[in-house]
């Protein structure tokens, strides 16, 4: 290599501030360690009335069934599973920064995967509730999903994509639930180490297990952080591949194409993208992390952000062209009804949304501009919401037989409950900005020796 | 209380694994070193050998990989067959993503019950000496042998004052609660 090369090389800075190590323990334990402030309270309890206003709406549904639903002959699905996907897709962008970009030795990813992966678990847990609510007897749901021995001598059909998904997702998250969890080992041994309160110290110390610090446990360490990355890798490329088995097995025109696994993860981790930089950009303003994470971390991801809106749009361009080139009238028809038909403006929200407005990144300074990349992260959120709202319902809801077709409305029971699921799902996540590192501290120390 | 060794302090890695490294030559029987985060070039000083989790890895998703697909099979072509669609009661390429996530799932199931076996962790019987180490500091600890044997104290003391230790203290067992 020729030195000019390796004059122009410059390593990034990942933490700014010159912090020392024990700054790095002091700035992001802190949070942990005093009472809320007022601003979380309101943020909580906000959250709280969201999820019970949701959760009265399904107490209500479960008495009355299903019926509530804007759901009816043809379309038998409806906005629970376009918040499903919407959510399980959340969670891949914390899967990917947390094991492919370990893989790719991205070091950029210390400041931000901890509360990345936190994002997946919970956008998981959001997903979760419902493929269960939808079968308007829960309770029952458990009995459903699970191959187990029963008095009726039978078993699930394992031929069906949708039990599939049971085990995909539910792999999903046990295994981002392990590997997140062995990422707070040492930091917990932070927090306790750092804790005066005796209850406190008690509680990080169990959850600690004991950590010491040691190098003959950092070793096995490293290598079962190392295997958890891999393992999670294809992981992440298969759960939504899977889901997108659901609509793909089908024959139905708009669901029945090749391209759907590929499609799927690209836009799920576009969209992951988005909701990680709209908490990040509130989350460092409010802990004050603007050290840890700083410009050049959002700016990365907004790249990432851009490329696969990308590829979201070339699934789009060819959705349309294997449309045509396939000479199916059938699916010539439900394309040319997704964008002109009754449902254009959810088709035209998702391209805006998706395809026009990322390519603002394009420019360095929309990149490292917090308020541009806040609405346009937002924008985001919004237009892959629609794009699972357009494949799941101007798919349905005209099929084959135009004696059957409808026009699908959601109902307040189906808004009332999916705003509920974004209360759960900051429940969750303000309580861990509260009771967890939001960084994880031992691996940032790694990338800051010089 | 039982003597449970001799740490010495550094304040910097490269220090540490300079004195580790000194500390091996020596030919002491048990050390370790503690670090806030893993330290590059400390595992080959200390002569820590290759992890051997991935074998563990390997062998349970293997298994996991194998029970899908037994499940799978004897559910749907032997104890109750149905006919779906009129595809054959072992219709295998139907059950591989299933067989693909509970290798996955049991793959990293006994990778986490590995590390913990290996860590010897939970561990709520050996306290961590010291606050710091999970803050800035690296230490280097000489355990005291077993009963029967000679342990001097003093001449471990001065061994690791002169391996440039910043701070040389010993340290009795202790338990977390």
């Given amino acids: 290599m020729s030195t000019t090369l390796v004059e122009r090389f410059q390593p990034d800075i990942l933490v700014t501030g010159n912090k020392s190590l024990s700054n790095v323990n002091d700035d992001i334990s802190v949070h942990v360690e005093r009472f809320p402030t007022q601003k979380w309270w309101a943020c909580f309890i906000t959250a709280l009335s969201v999820f019970g206003f949701g959760a009265t709406l399904a107490g209500i549904m479960f008495a009355n069934g299903l019926g509530v639903l804007g759901l009816n002959q043809p379309n038998g699905w409806g906005v629970f599973i376009v918040n499903f996907v919407f959510w399980v897709g959340i969670g891949h962008a914390g899967t990917l920064i947390s094991a492919i970009l370990f893989l790719f030795r991205q070091k950029w990813r210390t400041g931000i995967n901890r509360a990345a992966e936190a994002m997946t678990i919970f956008a998981v847990m959001t997903a979760l509730l419902f493929p269960v609510i939808h079968t308007g007897r829960p309770w029952y749901a458990i009995f459903w999903l699970i191959p187990y021995p029963n008095q009726r001598e039978l078993w699930v059909n394992f031929r069906s994509p949708l039990l599939w998904d049971v085990f995909a997702v539910g792999t999903y998250f046990i295994i981002s639930f392990v590997f997140w969890f062995v990422g707070l080992i040492p930091d917990l041994a932070v927090i306790r180490d750092r804790a005066k309160n005796p209850i406190r110290k008690f509680i990080y110390t169990l959850l600690s297990l004991g950590w010491r610090g040691s190098n003959k446990n950092w070793a096995h360490y490293e290598v079962a952080y190392m295997l958890f990355a891999g393992l999670s890798t294809p992981l992440v490329l298969s759960v939504h591949s899977v889901v997108s088995f659901d609509f793909a097995v089908s024959n139905l025109p708009g669901w029945h194409t090749t391209i759907f696994p590929p499609y799927f993860v690209a836009g799920a981790i576009f969209s992951g993208f988005a909701m990680v930089v709209t908490l990040l950009v509130i989350a460092r303003e409010m802990f004050g992390l603007k050290n840890y994470i700083t410009i050049g971390h959002l700016e990365k991801m907004n790249k990432i952000i851009m490329a696969t809106g990308m590829m979201v749009g070339y699934a789009y361009a060819c959705e349309f062209f294997i449309a045509w080139y396939s000479g199916s009238s059938f699916e010539k028809y439900a394309f040319i009804n997704r964008a002109f038909g009754p449902y254009w403006w959810a088709y035209w929200t998702m391209t805006t949304c998706n395809v026009l407005i990322p390519q603002i990144f394009w420019f360095k300074k929309a990149r490292t501009s917090i308020p541009i990349m806040f609405v346009v992260s937002l924008f985001v959120n919004i237009g892959m919401w629609f794009e699972r709202f357009v494949i799941t319902v101007t798919s349905l809801h005209r099929d084959f037989l135009p004696s059957s077709w409808a026009y699908y409305t959601p109902t307040w029971f189906d808004w009332g409950i999916t705003l509920g699921s974004f209360g759960w799902f900051f429940i969750w996540f303000l309580l861990f900005c509260r009771l967890l590192p939001v960084i994880a501290m031992a691996e940032i120390k790694g990338v800051m020796e010089s | ?177």
Avoid at chain 2, 5 to 13: I, S, T
Avoid at chain 2, 21 to 47: C, I, M, S, W
Avoid at chain 2, 50 to 71: D, E, H, K, M, N
Wanted: charged share 20%.
């Fill in chain 2, 1 to 177: 209380m039982k003597l449970s060794g001799v740490v010495a302090f550094f304040d910097k890695p490269s220090q540490l694994i300079e004195a580790t490294k000194k500390v091996r030559e020596a030919r002491y029987a048990n050390f370790d070193t503690f670090t806030p985060y893993p330290v590059h070039g400390l595992e080959a000083a200390q002569g820590i050998k290759r992890s051997p989790i991935p074998y563990v890895t390997f062998i349970f998703g293997i298994t996991g990989c194998g029970l899908a697909f037994l499940l799978q099979y004897w559910t749907s072509a032997v104890d109750w067959p149905i006919n779906v669609g009129g595809k054959p009661f072992n219709s295998w390429p139907a059950f591989v993503p299933v067989m693909f996530e509970v290798t996955i799932l049991l793959a990293g199931l006994s990778t986490f019950a590995a590390l913990l076996f290996f860590c010897r962790l939970p561990n709520f019987k050996k306290k961590a000496f010291d606050t710091s180490i999970t803050r800035d500091r690296f230490a280097l600890m000489i355990e005291a042998p077993g009963e029967g044997e000679t342990f001097s104290e003093n001449q471990v003391k001065d061994f690791l004052k002169a391996t440039g230790a910043k701070e040389v203290r010993t340290v009795y067992e202790e338990g977390w609660f």
